[in-house]
């Protein structure tokens, strides 16, 4: 027999090959076991029930420490959406994976489509130092705007309709990502004025023709500004409160007007 070989049909690097295929087999296992920690087991659109094979490919649960003494998780586990927050729509055909239409008065209030929001921590997002992340510059004296630079204080804000919706009051930045995150404006529709933010990616700054710069949001019409979800605190926002506050104007590229529902052509 040669060299490395264990019997007149076996030898070392064929046992070696052998061996890499069974570990990258586990390891492939392993792997699509753990990216299953959220969303899972699956749930019948239909029926409600749960996957069959949740037994065997969705692993234990995991207890994780959650960072600033926010308590622990343990994932996956059993909660499901639907239970606490039933889809305020009806589906459009009866099969599995149909879509769903909302049903409610203000379809974009509804997290349904592209103005869907995940249940996130209703707890505000911090810094490594434990610090609020975003909040509004008037408490943050070490934040201005550059020399130079448009401050946005006193701009008015149109919706898509290039009806007045607001004024800006305020930007809110991330001390993070050192970036506004947000603009914070004073209502000028709705039954009355009320603050509420508006996404810095759903703005455009814009000239009027009487060369006024204004901010242009797109995504909603000058009224609905009246409807953005509100925050609890004028100083700080949630990890839940951006998802829904943010959802509103993802929204509204599909439901801010019936147009936006019908073909393009």
């Known amino acids: 027999m040669e060299i490395g070989a264990i019997t007149q049909y076996i030898d070392v690097a064929q046992v070696t090959l052998y061996v890499f295929w069974v570990f990258f087999a586990i390891l492939i296992f392993y792997i699509r076991l753990e990216d299953r920690r959220e969303g899972y087991p699956l749930e019948a659109d239909g029926s409600g029930a749960f996957n069959k094979d949740a037994w065997l490919f969705v692993p ?3 207890t994780f420490l959650l960072p600033h003494g926010h308590g622990e998780v343990s994932v996956p586990d059993d909660k499901r959406d639907n239970r606490d927050r039933p889809v305020p729509g009806e ?5 599995e994976g149909a879509p769903y239409v909302p049903t409610a008065e203000n379809p974009m209030l509804s997290s349904i489509g592209p103005g869907s929001w995940a249940e996130r921590s209703d707890t505000v997002d911090l810094t490594h130092e434990g610090a609020a992340k975003i909040v509004p510059m008037r408490i943050d004296k070490d934040w201005a705007i550059a020399e130079g630079d448009t401050d946005p204080k006193g701009m008015r804000v149109v919706g898509c309709d290039l009806v ?8 809110w930045i991330d001390r993070s990502e050192q970036m506004m995150r947000y603009l914070e404006i004073e209502t000028e529709v709705g039954a009355a004025p009320r603050r509420v933010l508006v996404p810095m990616n759903f703005t455009v700054m814009r000239n009027t023709r009487e ?3 204004i901010f242009y949001v797109h995504a909603i019409t000058g009224e609905q500004f009246a409807d953005v979800p509100a925050i609890a605190s004028d100083s700080q926002i949630t990890l839940l409160e951006e998802d829904k506050v943010t959802a509103y104007y993802g929204a509204g590229l599909l439901y801010a007007t019936p147009a936006r529902q019908e073909p393009l052509a």
């Open 211 to 213: 060369r006024e710069k």
């Open 60 to 62: 234990p649960a995991k």
């Open 164 to 171: 007045v919706g607001g004024t800006v009051v305020d930007a």
């Open 91 to 95: 589906k459009i055909a009866n099969f």
